[in-house]
């Protein structure tokens, strides 16, 4: 996703104070590529980013969160903003019935999100809804459309598939009115691509049934095509809202941005399956979090360094294992561990840590921590990879080195041996003695 790209740069800009200019170009191009390839429209994308920039430049960073962070914050408003507001609501038309009109191509829902629909505005907002089948063209549209109104207990309207889709439509309202049908819900015909004979259809369909809402039914799996195929729709017919459907498949949901940016038409339901309880109301935040390629932006960012830093650690945890642990892989531990952050977390992330009783009221300060780390670059390397040869005067030597006491060479001999015994323990408690015990 879209984080995944920013990681990089986040990493670089991380502990910065304020969020350059440089900073900012370097994530936007990460941010354009990214919107790319998740189908957006290029002219949105250029348009986006410059207002990114714009608001991210210059800022101060707030405390809780990094500058990669805020950056990614600005995106994620920016995409929500440019997404337009919740609008889930269905017109109701001063005199019933409430006409709304199904349109789109070949198998992008329509069918299915007619029977949707109805289903919820009969369970959410109590109305009576009829459907009506004007499909004529696809084989066994008719009959879907059927088995759909069973299913749901609810009428629906067809007159066969020999008399013409405008001629459905008009007698369908009458009898919805003869009925008191409140809603009625028109399913008609797509192609698989737009032509001149359907889109005629649909404006004669639409004259007779003067509808309250055309909804166009798009296929979110399209991407891009979706996006022209909503400016044709919206060109010819007028267009009140959009329903994104399929987006319970692993589609990036570009789509979505560009369709409302394009046509300017509300997206206002998404489908979520096949299911007839498979429809939402649309929210933009979630849909720019799913663009943005993750479930909560912010914690998001710190669950991909938490996972990077779960790599290290299992890399530790062999070695533990393996009893190969060296003041080397400790330097570069503690190396690590200083550009993570504060210095106390460096106890949790050792694997076991949080387990071993002595380890919890340990502080460690910033000073101490580069002491330890002058002591062991004053050690040779075979010093380093074997401490047991580490005599007085290589202690003398190393001391002098690093600029630091003989005691403090010693307890850092210490503490390590101390350490390498927990490991020894841990790894034969992990042996299956004690079950249940698992490095974390
Ligand atoms: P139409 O040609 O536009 O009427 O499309 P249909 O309603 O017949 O749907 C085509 C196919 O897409 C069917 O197999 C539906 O079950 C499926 N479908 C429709 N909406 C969704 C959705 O939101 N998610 C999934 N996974 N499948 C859907
Ligand atoms: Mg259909």
Same mark, same amino acid.
């Given at each position: 996703?879209?984080?995944?790209?920013?990681?990089?740069?986040?990493?670089?800009?991380?502990?910065? $104070?304020?969020?350059?200019?440089?900073?900012?170009?370097?994530?936007?191009?990460?941010? /354009?590529?990214?919107?790319?390839?998740?189908?957006?429209?290029?002219?949105?994308?250029?348009?986006?980013?410059?207002?990114?920039?714009?608001?991210?430049?210059?800022?101060?960073?707030? !405390?809780?969160?990094?500058?990669?962070?805020?950056?990614?914050?600005?995106?994620?408003?920016?995409?929500?903003?440019?997404?337009?507001?919740?609008?889930?609501?269905?017109?109701?038309?001063? /005199?019933?019935?409430?006409?709304?009109?199904?349109?789109?191509?070949?198998?992008?829902?329509?069918?299915?999100?007619?029977?949707?629909?109805?289903?919820?505005? /009969?369970?959410?907002?109590?109305?009576?809804?009829?459907?009506?089948?004007? +499909?004529?063209?696809?084989?066994?549209?008719?009959?879907?459309?059927?088995?759909?109104?069973?299913?749901?207990?609810?009428?629906?309207?067809?007159?066969?598939?020999?008399?013409?889709?405008?001629?459905?439509?008009?007698?369908?309202?009458? !009898?919805?009115?003869?009925?008191?049908?409140?809603?009625?819900?028109? +399913?008609?015909?797509?192609?698989?691509?737009?032509?001149?004979?359907?889109?005629?259809?649909?404006?004669?369909?639409?004259?007779?049934? =003067?509808?309250?809402?055309?909804?166009?039914?798009?296929?979110?799996?399209?991407?891009?095509?979706?996006?022209?195929?909503?400016?044709?729709? =919206?060109?010819?017919?007028?267009?009140?809202?959009?329903?994104?459907?399929?987006?319970?498949?692993?589609?990036?949901?570009?789509?979505?941005?560009?369709?409302?940016?394009?046509?300017?038409?509300?997206?206002?339901?998404? $489908?979520?399956?096949?299911?007839?309880?498979?429809?939402?109301?649309?929210?933009?935040?979630?849909?720019?979090?799913?663009?943005?390629?993750?479930?909560?932006?912010?914690?998001?960012?710190?669950?991909?360094?938490?996972?990077?830093?779960?790599?290290?650690?299992?890399?530790?945890?062999?070695?533990? /294992?393996?009893?190969?642990?060296?003041?080397?892989?400790?330097?570069?531990?503690?190396?690590?561990?200083?550009?993570?952050?504060?210095?106390?977390?460096?106890?949790?992330?050792?694997?076991?840590?949080?387990?071993?009783?002595?380890?919890?009221?340990?502080?460690?300060?910033? !000073?101490?921590?580069?002491?330890?780390?002058?002591?062991?670059?004053?050690?040779?390397?075979?010093?380093?990879?074997?401490?047991?040869?580490?005599?007085?005067?290589?202690? !003398?030597?190393?001391?002098?080195?690093? $600029?630091?006491?003989?005691?403090?060479? =010693?307890?850092?001999?210490?503490?390590?041996? +101390?350490?390498?015994?927990?490991?020894?323990?841990?790894?034969?408690?992990?042996?299956?003695?004690?079950?249940?015990?698992?490095?974390?």
């Amino acid at each position: 996703g879209l984080a995944d790209r920013l990681q990089n740069t986040i990493q670089k800009i991380r502990g910065k $104070g304020k969020v350059t200019e440089a900073d900012v170009k370097e994530m936007m191009r990460e941010v /354009r590529l990214a919107l790319l390839e998740a189908d957006v429209n290029f002219k949105v994308v250029k348009d986006f980013v410059k207002k990114v920039s714009e608001r991210s430049i210059g800022q101060e960073v707030m !405390k809780s969160l990094t500058p990669g962070q805020q950056v990614i914050k600005v995106v994620q408003e920016e995409l929500t903003e440019l997404m337009g507001g919740e609008q889930s609501k269905i017109a109701v038309a001063k /005199r019933p019935p409430t006409v709304i009109m199904m349109v789109g191509l070949q198998g992008a829902g329509k069918t299915t999100t007619t029977g949707k629909l109805a289903n919820l505005l /009969r369970k959410k907002h109590n109305r009576n809804p009829m459907l009506v089948a004007a +499909d004529i063209y696809r084989p066994a549209a008719i009959k879907q459309l059927e088995t759909l109104g069973k299913q749901l207990n609810m009428p629906v309207f067809s007159l066969g598939d020999k008399i013409s889709p405008v001629e459905i439509a008009k007698q369908a309202i009458q !009898k919805a009115k003869d009925d008191h049908h409140d809603y009625v819900l028109i +399913d008609t015909a797509g192609r698989l691509h737009i032509d001149e004979a359907l889109m005629d259809e649909l404006k004669q369909v639409k004259e007779i049934a =003067n509808p309250d809402e055309i909804f166009l039914v798009v296929d979110a799996m399209t991407g891009q095509d979706a996006v022209n195929v909503a400016e044709s729709f =919206n060109d010819l017919l007028g267009l009140t809202g959009v329903v994104l459907t399929k987006l319970d498949g692993d589609t990036r949901g570009g789509a979505a941005l560009s369709v409302k940016a394009v046509t300017n038409t509300p997206i206002k339901f998404v $489908g979520l399956g096949e299911k007839m309880d498979a429809i939402e109301p649309f929210h933009p935040e979630r849909m720019a979090s799913r663009i943005l390629g993750m479930g909560d932006v912010l914690t998001l960012i710190e669950k991909a360094q938490a996972s990077v830093d779960e790599d290290k650690a299992k890399e530790l945890e062999q070695k533990m /294992r393996s009893m190969s642990f060296t003041f080397e892989d400790f330097l570069e531990q503690l190396t690590q561990v200083r550009n993570m952050g504060p210095l106390d977390e460096i106890l949790n992330m050792l694997p076991g840590a949080n387990k071993m009783k002595g380890l919890k009221n340990v502080q460690v300060d910033e !000073k101490q921590i580069s002491h330890v780390e002058a002591i062991i670059q004053s050690m040779t390397k075979q010093e380093k990879i074997n401490p047991d040869i580490i005599n007085a005067s290589r202690k !003398k030597r190393i001391a002098k080195g690093s $600029g630091r006491s003989v005691q403090e060479v =010693n307890r850092l001999l210490k503490q390590f041996e +101390d350490m390498k015994k927990m490991m020894k323990q841990m790894t034969s408690m992990s042996k299956g003695k004690k079950k249940g015990f698992k490095f974390p």
